[in-house]
């Protein structure tokens, strides 16, 4: 077990460092640094300061190693747009960001598995087609253009919602229900496949030949070997959780990372895209190691089988 | 096939649906191919007189069917041109994408060692980041024009082709054939396209249909977010994006838009329901 657990550590590490040096090497492709990073106006000592902070005047290895070393320390550079520290940008918008995915994915979990559980006990029934092809709607509608429809149905016509702004309660409904749709959809027919799949197995059969009541059957025997299957989706899950983060934060103007994105790209901030970009893939690598191992934990066969090809 | 037949999850593989879906597809790309003789950029001349017409049964007329948006220029026009722009973009990207992974998978299982090592190193990292935000950074980075923006919408998906490819070519080269044509002389080269290749082709087309949608939401979403397509070029994303400011007095202009992306892409995703069923029992998620 230990064995796995580093093995799996040392792959998200390279991972990460695989991250940083890209970034260091598109953004020193990009052009000179200094050009990207400095308005167009900068005086020459400006740049000079900015060439020596950077280590720019030494060799390529030792601007790497520095670079590192600097976001090591948390120094991602200055924002241009406002002359702050980038860090200081990003960070401040993190807590909407988690507030509002965090609770998304909650929604995008309780409704995804209430839908996929449903639809696979009555499996081949009416109910189950429809709520299959509500799950297959649910994916298919563009999380940007369903925004635009709650905020035409729930803010324009029925006046219900407030459509944009991030001040109380009310302002997260519409927000929370875009975001959370795919991934609602996506979870709904994979648990309902998973279910399906365990529900044939002996141990399960077995189960019911004892007279368990159906509940128990489901939530002692079926439920936690269909687990093992759903917990691999949760890092695909997390990465539709961020991109759909990107698209809804612009839509409902809700002051997060993913908003900040879109300026930040639509301004070229690089410090700023840098961070950010930086700070998903840290957090995107660090939950699917915490799904390998998790994954890991919950069946054995993986801890001890081979690297799968 | 019919319902009976369908496998044991009983997926909603009910077939006039799928046939609809292809008609549906068919008829874009129809208009697609067709933009050219049936709009002309001429029809996109704005016209303040006529701005914000509603659409037909909304208290529009022939004149304008879909109505009108912000400038006055005419919807049907702007849709057709439109929707040539993102199918362009969504194809070229899903071949792009399909090529240059299968290549690399190919080329990564071929070579072992060093070289896929670092395939797949680079397929973890793509994996390990929503491609929204690299697609974000590179164009931050280099700005969007267009020829960038399709090879970067292209780079979307490669590493699933590349997985998918690795995987079979190196079932594949322990199989009779590819033994048999090895001893015949044959290289590497001729082995995977003239043989390993087209028994992998089924998987690969599946996996194409899934991508292809995702590909068209990504260009959408771009453009949407005014990152994609420029003015006066226009796509889908564009408009929706357009149609944003002006939800409160002309719906339209982002609704039209926003229903043919979403049937677009049910239709891809119940027709690719259908050939994962058809094609490759074995490739389920």
Excluded at chain 1, 117 to 141: C, N, Q
Excluded at chain 2, 67 to 79: N, W
Excluded at chain 2, 214 to 222: A, V, Y
């Amino acid at each position: 077990m230990l064995g796995f657990i580093i093995g799996k550590v040392m792959r998200a590490i390279i991972a990460l460092l695989l991250v940083v040096t890209l970034t260091f090497v598109s953004l020193r492709a990009a052009g000179d640094p200094a050009a990207a990073f400095l308005p167009p106006d900068a005086p020459i000592q400006q740049v000079d300061q900015f060439r020596s902070n950077w280590g720019l005047d030494r060799p390529v290895l030792v601007q790497y190693l520095v670079y590192l070393g600097n976001l090591a320390h948390g120094d991602f550079g200055q924002s241009f747009a406002d002359g702050r520290p980038a860090i200081v940008v990003v960070g401040e918008r993190v807590p909407k960001t988690l507030l509002l995915l965090g609770l998304s994915f909650v929604f995008m979990l309780v409704l995804g598995l209430a839908l996929g559980t449903t639809a696979a006990l009555t499996h081949r029934t009416p109910l189950d087609r429809a709520i299959m092809l509500v799950t297959v709607l649910g994916y298919s509608v563009p999380n940007f253009f369903l925004g635009l429809l709650l905020i035409l149905v729930f803010a324009v016509q029925l006046r219900w919602l407030p459509s944009t702004g991030s001040d109380g309660w009310q302002t997260l409904i519409m927000p929370v229900i875009t975001i959370g749709t795919t991934g609602a959809a996506i979870i709904a027919r994979f648990v309902r496949s998973a279910l399906l799949e365990v529900v044939g197995k002996p141990h399960v059969r077995a189960a019911r030949a004892r007279g368990l009541r159906d509940f128990i059957v489901v939530a002692g025997h079926v439920l936690p070997n269909a687990a093992i299957p759903t917990v691999t989706v949760i890092g695909f899950i997390l990465g539709g959780l961020i991109a759909g983060g990107v698209i809804t934060e612009t839509v409902f103007a809700w002051p997060g990372i993913g908003r900040l994105t879109v300026t930040a790209v639509a301004a070229r901030d690089l410090a700023v895209v840098q961070a950010i970009v930086l700070l998903i893939a840290a957090s995107m690598v660090t939950a699917n190691l915490m799904v390998d191992l998790l994954y890991g934990w919950l069946d054995p066969r993986v801890r001890a089988g081979k690297r799968q090809p | 096939m019919s319902a009976e037949t369908s496998s044991g999850d009983g997926r909603a593989s009910v077939p006039w649906l799928v046939v609809l879906a292809c008609a549906y597809l068919g008829l874009l790309a129809l208009v697609a191919a067709l933009a050219g003789a049936i709009a002309t950029p001429d029809d996109l001349t704005s016209d303040l007189r006529s701005r914000l017409l509603p659409p037909l049964g909304f208290g529009g007329t022939w004149a304008h069917p879909l109505g009108t948006d912000e400038l006055g220029r005419d919807m049907l026009a702007r849709v057709i041109l439109s929707v040539r722009t993102s199918l362009f973009v969504a194809l070229v990207g899903t071949i792009i994408g399909a090529v240059l992974g299968t290549t690399l998978g190919m080329v990564a299982a071929w070579s072992g060692g060093f070289v896929d090592d670092a395939v797949m190193m680079l397929v973890d990292v793509q994996a390990s980041l929503p491609f929204i935000i690299l697609a974000l950074a590179a164009i931050a980075l280099m700005g969007s024009g267009l020829g960038l923006f399709i090879v970067v919408v292209g780079l979307f998906g490669w590493e699933r082709y590349a997985r998918i490819a690795r995987g079979m070519t190196l079932a594949a080269r322990e199989d009779g054939y590819a033994a048999a044509t090895a001893h015949l002389g044959g290289g590497p080269w001729r082995i995977s396209v003239q043989h390993i290749l087209p028994n992998i082709l089924g998987t690969l087309v599946v996996t194409l249909t899934i991508n292809f949608p995702e590909t068209m939401l990504l260009e959408t979403s771009l453009s949407f977010l005014g990152l994609g397509i420029q003015p006066p070029n226009t796509s889908l994303g564009t408009m929706l994006g357009d149609g944003r400011t002006y939800l409160l007095t002309a719906w339209w202009i982002a609704v039209v838009p926003g229903v043919i992306i979403s049937l677009a892409a049910l239709s891809t995703s119940l027709l690719g329901d259908w050939l994962r069923d058809r094609l490759d029992p074995n490739l389920r998620r």
